[in-house]
């Protein structure tokens, strides 16, 4: 029953599309097969998939859609072999990677968005595919770090919730000093206020050195610049919360995601941390089965927020990455337009605002609207997807995350002055930064 509602549902949108597509989906003069590709989603989100390549076989007489579903365990690998081979699929979900990029596997999108393509996407979303000034995958949703917050803790303290998600810096600053505080009565400070670290592929702590305009790298100039004072005035707030306020879980350059995640589901020593979006169904998870009465432990009162605003007042957002989907060379021009079109249709506003909340993730267009309405976690995270920003897309990026966060951890730690880490991190750059 409920697979056909869902059914029902996804029939009446898709053909609510077709009208908008009709007008800009002329048949096309080349006819025959596309190979698309793409990793397992969600069985709705799969499901308005298929429905959506029928309807642009329909708008695309003569042309056929030949869908092959990967697998998350082997799909990577056979894709590797497939573009070794020189047998790439034409389009594939997620299968944007720099490898392909740097062997000339790739098409660029650039001659295929339009102006109002690029007025449409946030800039997030194309600067995460971007690489030598060209764009290399047609952007479909943008994944978040958000900030998760115990409301218990904050009612127990007297400290209230940040109004619709949002607080400045000094807001934010002054709830994690009230949240910190010793809850037995020992002398011992028991709970602090906010949980983080700085660890290898995980910027969680990055949304505050993003505020004031810090970025890592200069993509186009292909720079290191978090020694920049707006980076640098984010990187000194986070230090400060652990060495001057005395805010922050201690040890926080030598902790892991894991160490934070258990502070503040299961010993409820902070108040607050940052993860993905993708953890609230955790959370779901374990209240439910306390309900049940299959784990002890007290559920989880969550409420989340964004990131601080910067100080003009914009809202910021980091996050791990963009889903988009990636065209494969094409040696004839007329299917080359054609599978560009495909990779539009997939991607556009009217159809993320239907698959987008089936993921569990954010639209990367602005037409999509605000998909999480009503929706208490997510509502009011989505203002900041606007200002968005993600790992740069860099051919070494692995190898410079990994020394840059070797050196905030020594500053956080007090190992080393923020200036000296950073001095550091600059110079292993230089020969990062060349390929």
């Known amino acids: 029953m409920r697979r056909a509602c869902w059914m029902l549902v996804l029939v009446l949108l898709i053909g609510s599309l077709a ?12 006819t025959g097969t596309i190979q698309v590709w793409d990793f397992p989603r969600p069985e709705a989100a799969a499901e308005w ?31 590797d072999v497939a573009v070794a ?34 007025k449409d996407f946030h800039e997030g979303s194309l600067n995460a595919v971007k690489l030598n000034g060209k764009y290399w995958g047609w952007p479909w949703y943008n994944t978040l770090y958000v900030m998760y917050l115990n409301a218990d803790i904050f009612n127990e303290r007297g400290v209230p919730l940040p109004k619709n998600g949002e607080w400045t810096w000094d807001e934010f600053l002054s709830a994690m000093q009230k949240l910190t505080f010793d809850r037995d009565g020992d002398g011992k400070i028991d709970v602090y206020g ?10 969680q702590p990055f949304g505050f050195i993003y505020a ?46 894991t160490d934070v995640n ?62 988009s989907w990636a065209v494969f060379k094409q040696k004839d021009p007329a299917k080359r337009e054609v599978v560009m079109e495909l990779a539009k249709f997939i991607t556009r506003g ?8 089936l993921i569990g993730v954010f639209p990367s267009r602005k037409s999509a609207g605000n998909v999480w309405a009503g929706d208490k976690n997510l509502e009011h995270i989505v203002p900041a997807v606007e200002y968005a920003v993600y790992p740069p897309m860099h051919p070494n990026w692995q190898k410079i995350d990994e020394k840059i966060m070797r050196e905030l951890q020594l500053a956080i730690l007090n190992e080393k002055t923020i200036d000296a880490a950073l001095k550091e991190a600059k110079r292993q750059m230089e020969r990062l930064l060349n390929y």
């Open 85 to 118: 081979a020189g047998q790439p699929p034409d389009i594939c979900g997620s299968g944007l990677r720099l490898p392909y990029v740097l062997q000339g596997a790739l098409e660029p999108i650039d001659d295929f968005l339009t102006p109002e393509d690029l």
């Open 262 to 323: 258990n502070a503040f589901l299961n010993t409820r020593s902070i108040a607050a941390f940052v993860d993905t979006t993708g953890i609230i169904s955790s959370f779901a998870a374990h209240n439910e089965k306390i309900e049940k009465g299959e784990i002890e432990g007290e559920k989880i009162n969550l409420v989340t927020a964004q990131y601080p605003k910067s100080k003009s007042g914009q809202p910021i957002a980091a996050g791990p990455g963009v889903g």
């Open 194 to 203: 906010f949980g983080f670290t700085f660890q290898p592929t995980y910027l």
């Open 212 to 257: 004031e305009g810090g970025r890592i790298l200069d993509i186009d100039k292909n720079e290191f610049i978090l020694d920049r004072p707006e980076a640098v005035d984010g990187i000194q707030r986070l230090y400060d919360m652990v060495w001057k306020h005395k805010c922050a879980l201690p040890g926080a350059g030598g902790l892991t995601t």
């Open 19 to 30: 009208v908008s597509f009709g007008s800009i989906c002329a048949a096309s003069k080349w």
């Open 350 to 357: 009217e159809g993320q605002k239907v698959v987008v909340p």
């Open 49 to 79: 998939e298929l429905q959506a390549f029928k309807e642009f076989e329909e708008l695309h007489p003569g042309v056929k859609i030949e869908y092959t579903k990967l697998t998350w365990a082997g799909g990577n690998e056979k894709l």
